[in-house]
């Protein structure tokens, strides 16, 4: 079968712009063609020429008046996402926006609404939702063998000092902004996107030398939901693992290449049932419970194609989900209606702490 490549233009050639979606971009051309990238910057605008072979213009609305564009990807700074990804869709291209979307979910609803109306696809660059090693949880998670999941750990720490554009409320900059939207997105997964979980916040300026946090914990509740706790931390010299799951048969633990798990069959375990008197041990003095289960335990680590990066290759599913719903109209599998939960989320924090978004 043969395919078309959808021609592409990017906004920016930054980090984003360049050093992620253009690198993909140039390893699955028989889908995908750099039609034409925007950056104000001229060096960055001849760069493109000679490693695309592309159109480069000073600005984006110069690059959509001139080119056909199948897919608009908006890698612009983070405080212009929401204004260009709206025009965009006004003007009647599908948009990849590089994640925040937004910083609101008033702003998201009116993302939605111009995607419905002008009948384009409005698609967010979350790549971590297809993480491998997340991916896996889910797979243990949802195989049953951990026991209904009782809390959640999230862990994206780190000892960094920062005073980068990044690092300004004004840019909506911050760590929750900034690196906030993968492990939110992956907890709200977990959680579930049916209902707004409660939220607490505490936020802190550790390290940084802007006016936004660098020091984030959050904890997610819900009747019958798993308690997430997730923490982003610049000041964190001792880190931890990303990833600690805990179940009533069992938990989960690990990284981003490798993850273990062990747990125990409570069919194999020892009847018990509740003793309202104190307990006694054979001696007749006074004793704990105890009793022995049977562990089973398993382990899973990253395998990947040679050559390819694990960003990579979660960058080219993000992608290749894209083109089938461009070419094929399949549904999107990260929606902006789920990004939406992550704005409200997101709003509460910065309610609970006006020592920073006063």
């Not at 938990?251 to 290449?257: D, V």
């Not at 018990?272 to 105890?290: H, R």
């Not at 993000?318 to 709003?347: C, F, K």
Request: net charge negative; hydrophobic share 35%; charged share 25%.
């Amino acid at each position: 079968m043969t395919t078309k490549a959808l021609k592409v233009g990017i906004i920016g050639q930054g980090r984003s712009g360049r050093n992620i979606h253009g690198n993909l971009l140039v390893q699955i051309s028989e889908y995908y063609t750099i039609a034409a990238v925007a950056d104000s910057m001229p060096e960055r605008q001849e760069l493109a020429r000679q490693e695309y072979g592309c159109n480069a213009y000073a600005s984006w609305e110069e690059m959509v008046q001139n080119e056909e564009l199948d897919l608009v990807v908006n890698a612009s700074p983070s405080h212009q996402h929401f204004s260009i990804s709206l025009e965009l869709l006004n003007r009647g291209f599908n948009v990849l926006c590089e994640k925040p979307l937004a910083k609101t979910a008033e702003e998201v609803d009116k993302l939605i609404e111009a995607s419905e109306r002008s009948g384009k696809l409005i698609a967010i660059f979350q790549q971590s939702r297809y993480q491998h090693a997340f991916t896996k949880i889910r797979e243990v998670i949802e195989s049953g063998v951990l026991g209904r999941i009782v809390q959640v750990n999230f862990t994206l720490n780190g000892f960094a000092r920062r005073w980068d554009w990044q690092t300004l409320q004004s840019n909506n900059g911050g760590n929750l902004l900034n690196t906030g939207p993968h492990p939110v997105d992956q907890a709200l997964q977990l959680f579930g996107t049916d209902i707004m979980p409660q939220v607490t916040c505490i936020m802190d300026r550790a390290n940084t030398f802007g006016d936004a946090e660098d020091y984030v914990k959050l904890i997610m509740r819900g009747q019958g939901r798993p308690t997430i706790d997730l923490e982003i931390s610049s000041c964190c010299t001792y880190g931890r693992e990303p990833f600690n799951i805990q179940g009533t048969n069992g938990g989960l633990r690990g990284t981003a290449q490798q993850l273990e798990w062990k747990y125990f069959k409570p069919e194999e375990a020892p009847e018990q049932q509740l003793i309202k008197e104190p307990l006694l041990g054979k001696d007749g003095l006074p004793a704990y419970c105890n009793e022995t289960l049977i562990w089973h335990e398993d382990s899973w680590s990253l395998a990947l194609e040679e050559g390819k990066t694990p960003f990579e290759d979660m960058t080219e599913k993000v992608y290749m989900m894209l083109y089938r719903s461009i070419t094929e109209g399949a549904e999107l599998e990260i929606t902006p209606q789920q990004v939406r939960q992550q704005m409200m989320v997101m709003e509460e924090c910065r309610r609970q702490n006006p020592q920073i978004y006063g």
